[in-house]
């Protein structure tokens, strides 16, 4: 068990609907990390925060937003959904400080499945 | 730019055969190695760090060893389990710019362990 914690599990929608993932990082983690997963492709970075302000931000579409609230929690949304955004959506955390060491290991949930039909 | 590569795309080994997987890149300036394992499904799990002054670090039947001068890493496992069945990834830490603290991600290598 990672400590990570993501919902849903599994999630199933239809075309042009909205929805949203839900990820509670370790204790004390302050970054936490969106990253998709289609079949058989790699992990391909959304977007980061770290300690409610976005951080960096990857290849996330425009229709895609996220947030991490004061009690670090973060949420995904996902509006205008397709048939390509049916993936494995997956939220990690870590400690990243800003100073000092930071090995960059990150913790993983276990992932939300998401199938746009 | 900030690559991973990792080589084979894909393996299938009988059980209890040795495997090698490989990891080049060309992060610079270089801070670190990671390994993780992804069991399918599943989100992936640190296996080993390398830094740049180690050669090679073992943990279990798993080796991984680094080449910061070829900018190349491996990892070797030993007498493959079925529970090897995984992908694994390379992650770099180092770099300037990028996203997500100078992280570059490889593809992952998917291994296929056979009864």
């Known amino acids: 068990d990672s400590g990570v914690t993501q919902t849903p599990k599994h999630l199933i929608t239809a075309t042009g609907q909205r929805v949203t993932l839900r990820c509670s990082p370790r204790s004390g983690d302050l970054s936490v990390y969106w990253y998709q997963q289609s079949l058989d492709q790699g992990l391909q970075f959304l977007i980061q925060?770290?300690?409610?302000?976005?951080?960096a931000k990857g290849n996330i579409l425009e229709r895609f937003s996220a947030q991490q609230f004061p009690d670090l929690h973060s949420e995904l949304n996902l509006s205008s959904l397709e048939l390509g955004d049916s993936a494995l959506y997956f939220c990690?955390?870590?400690?990243?400080?800003?100073?000092?060491?930071?090995?960059?290991?990150?913790?993983f949930g276990e992932g939300s499945r998401l199938t746009v039909l | 730019k900030n690559q991973v590569e990792q080589s084979p795309q894909s393996l299938i080994i009988l059980e209890g055969k040795n495997c090698t997987l490989q990891c080049n890149y060309t992060v610079s300036p270089f801070s670190n190695l990671r390994w993780y394992k992804q069991d399918t499904g599943r989100g992936p799990v640190s296996l080993t760090i390398m830094t740049f002054s180690e050669n090679t670090k073992s943990n279990g039947r798993y080796t991984a060893t680094l080449d910061a001068d070829t900018k190349q890493s491996s990892l070797h496992i030993t007498a493959s389990q079925l529970s090897d069945s995984a992908s694994y990834i390379c992650v770099v830490r180092g770099g300037s710019g990028g996203g997500a603290d100078g992280l570059t991600f490889g593809k992952g290598t998917h291994l296929i362990i056979q009864p």
């Open positions: 990690a955390s870590s400690v990243s400080r800003l100073a000092g060491p930071n090995t960059g290991e990150l913790f």
């Open positions: 925060y770290y300690n409610g302000e976005e951080r």
